[in-house]
Each structure stands twice: as C-alpha cells, then as structure tokens.
C-alpha cells in the first residue's frame, strides 16, 4: 500500500535530512513536508528534491489547530514525523513563549490531529516524536543518559521539549495513540543554522571574527553527524517498538574548547592559512545562563536492539561539515546578511 507520511520542520536543519532520506529510499511513499519557515526553515536545503514526484511541501503553522486538522483530512497521514520545534537554547532564554507555543502547544496539537484522524483504525499508523538529550539535565563528570534516566531540564528550551515528551507518552496511555519517541545528542553537519556552536564558529574563522566560547569552554557535548541521525529517525520510525523511547547519541564527547582547536586547525588548512591562525580568533564571553556541564548518551538500546551505529569518525564528519559549508558560501550569506545580523548583535 502507498504510505503518506507527514514530517514536520522539514525545512530546518535535521528535518531537510530526514525528508531528502525519505523522499528518495521510499519512492512509493508520498512525504508531506509541513513547515512554518521560520528564521530556521529554509526551502534551499531541499532544492535538489524539491521536483520529485512523491514530495509535497505545504507552508502551516503546527500552532494553528484549525489548519492542521484540514491538512489531517485532506492528507490523511498514515504516519508523523514530528521535528517542527524552535531549537535553540540561547533563544529560549530571551523568548521562552514561543518555546511554549511550538514545543508544547503545537505538538499537542499534532497528537490530537492524529488521534481525532486515526480513530481506533491504528493499524500501520504511528506518531514519531524527535527530541533531545537536554530532557534529561546535565551530567557530572561520569555516568551517561539511560531511556531510564530521570528528566530534569534546565533551560526553557529543555523544559519546553521535556513537556512535549511526557505530552505523547501521556496520548500514548489515555488514547492508545501508536507513538515511538527518540532523545538524540547534539547534531552538526550541512544546512545548520549558523546561530548554533559549529556553523557560527565556522562562519566566523572564515570571516577573521572572534569566536565566542562560553565560559571557560569546558562544557562537554556528544556530537553525531546529522545522517547519522536521519538513519536512526528512519530505523526507529518503521522497526522502533511502539510506545518505546530510544537514546541517539554519537559516543563523542568534546569539551567546547577542544572542539573549536579542532576547528581551528581544519579551517586553516582548508583556508591555506598558518597553523595555529584561527585559534587566534578565539574569544572567551559570558556563560550562558544555566549553562548545562555535560551531555553523554548510552545508544546501546538503539544499536542492540535495531541494529543503528554511527558512519562517521569525528574528524571525518567536521572535514566534511566545513567543505559543505565554504562550498555554499551563498547559502551562508543568505543568512547572515537578514535578521541573523541582528539577533548577533543582540547576543555577542
Ligand atoms: P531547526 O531550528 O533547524 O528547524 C526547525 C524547523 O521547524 C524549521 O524549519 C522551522 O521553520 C520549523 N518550525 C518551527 N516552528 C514551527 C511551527 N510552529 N510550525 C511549523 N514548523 C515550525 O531545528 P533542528 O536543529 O533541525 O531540530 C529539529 C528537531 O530535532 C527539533 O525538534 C529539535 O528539538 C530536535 N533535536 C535537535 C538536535 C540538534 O542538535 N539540532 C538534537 C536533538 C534533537
Ligand atoms: O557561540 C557559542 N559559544 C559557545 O560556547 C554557542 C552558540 C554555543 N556555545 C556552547 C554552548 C554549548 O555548551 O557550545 C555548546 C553547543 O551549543 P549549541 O550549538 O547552542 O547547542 P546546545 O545548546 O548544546 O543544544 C543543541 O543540542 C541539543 C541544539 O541546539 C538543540 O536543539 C539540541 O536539542
């Protein structure tokens, strides 16, 4: 049978890869793109598929309940692929609202469009909702995230994805609604917005600006390759157990510091600048607020159970991360020349 399945936040980051993986291994599935195109989203990150027969992009606000349930009915979705979020913390500290308003609200309204759509007729349906490791706090210098591990989020990023996380167990237990959730660590790779640690950072060695670190930079984050984590969302989505929650992480723990030498050193080759020249532009500002210590996750859930494992070493994934992006030097420019320059204003 023919499956249409409806991915949310397909034009942002992660959602770009999880649509273009989709539209071309599944060419008998009819994917629904819906996407409010905030600062976040944008339509270039999927040009090269944007042709192709089984895709569909639609402009909606997960926010507007009306406007969902008519695209439930006119589409009538056989699955969800739930990414559409607002996903930066340092932008949840200033505006926590919207956090709200998408992370929860929208959300919400997502599970409701399905439950009033699928009805007790569950048979191949399912709800997928992508989420973070965030939900789970910050760790100390040992010890790792668990699917069992206690939610504690500090930020209102965290606490909004957190609550949208307890949302679909709870339309899981009250209304039976067939739904699959994954707490992934932090994500790089091409088409990231620059507003996140390894595009700015990038952006501003091939700019000769200062990099801001946090701190002293010791903060520690798991970093995966974002196809990485579209083949999970893949695996998980059709052999994930229903009603289960899976941990995605990369085994590859960085304090921010080590990770932007790294940068650094990539950067100056890649540039034909001297060794040690970019790390020259490294600038230590003021934390974040509630800046969490350290992210770690255990996949061993994911890799012993479905047989995921990450394709890419480190060092390989950001050569290739900052070829993608001085090779799209106008997608990046793009960005930077509109509101961007102001939000950066406001932040550094
Ligand atoms: P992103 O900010 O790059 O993209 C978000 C997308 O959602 C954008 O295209 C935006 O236009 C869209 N969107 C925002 N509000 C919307 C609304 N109200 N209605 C419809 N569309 C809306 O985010 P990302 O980094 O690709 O993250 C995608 C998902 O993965 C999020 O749910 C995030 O919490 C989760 N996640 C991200 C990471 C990471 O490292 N980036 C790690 C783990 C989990
Ligand atoms: O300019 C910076 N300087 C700096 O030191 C920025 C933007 C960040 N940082 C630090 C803060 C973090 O310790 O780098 C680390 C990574 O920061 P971000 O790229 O903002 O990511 P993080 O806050 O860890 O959250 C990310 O991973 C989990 C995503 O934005 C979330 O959407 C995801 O859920």
């Known amino acids: ?3 249409t399945i409806l991915i949310t936040g397909g034009a942002g980051f992660i959602g770009s890869h999880v649509v273009r993986l989709m539209v071309t291994k599944y060419p008998d599935y009819r994917i629904i793109n819906l996407d409010a195109l905030t600062y976040a989203g944008n339509l270039e990150n999927l040009r090269d598929i944007e042709d192709r027969p089984n895709y569909t992009f639609i402009k909606g606000d997960i926010t507007d309940e009306k406007a969902l349930h ?11 692929i739930h990414l559409a979020a607002e996903s930066h913390v340092d932008r949840s500290i200033s505006d926590p609202l919207s956090f709200i308003r998408t992370n929860i609200i929208g959300t919400v309204n997502l ?8 009805g007790s007729d569950l048979n191949g349906k399912r709800f997928y909702h992508i989420s973070t490791d965030e939900v789970y706090g910050s760790l100390g210098s040992t010890g790792y995230f668990t699917e069992e ?26 209304y039976k609604l067939p739904v699959v959730i994954s707490n992934c660590s932090n994500n790089y790779g091409p088409n990231q917005f620059p507003e996140k640690l390894i595009p700015l950072a990038i952006n501003n060695i091939r700019n000769k600006k200062p990099i801001p670190v946090y701190g002293k930079g010791d903060n520690i984050r798991d970093w995966l390759y974002v196809e990485d984590h579209a083949n999970a969302i893949d695996l998980i989505f059709h052999t994930g157990k229903i009603g289960e929650t899976y941990n995605i992480g990369g085994n590859n723990e960085w304090t921010n510091i080590a990770l932007i030498r790294k940068l650094c050193q990539i950067m100056d080759k890649a540039l034909n600048r001297k060794p040690g020249e970019s790390e020259k532009l490294i600038t230590f500002v003021k934390d974040r607020a509630g800046h969490d210590k350290r992210y770690a996750i255990d996949s061993s859930k994911l890799m012993n159970e479905l047989g995921w494992k990450p394709s890419l070493q480190f060092e390989e994934g950001l050569e290739k991360t900052v070829n993608w992006y001085l090779n799209n030097e106008e997608w990046l420019n ?13 932040q550094y």
Not at 70 to 80: I, K, S
């Open 1 to 3: 049978m023919k499956k």
């Open 149 to 174: 591990t206690a939610y504690d989020p500090r930020s209102p990023y965290s606490a909004s994805k957190a609550s949208s996380d307890h949302m679909v167990r709870a339309w899981y237990h009250t």
């Open 70 to 80: 008519q695209l439930f009915e006119t589409y009538r979705p056989d699955g969800v």
């Open 334 to 346: 793009n960005i930077i020349s509109g509101d961007y320059a102001k939000y950066y204003a406001q």
């Open 111 to 118: 599970l409701n469009a399905a439950r009033d759509l699928w």
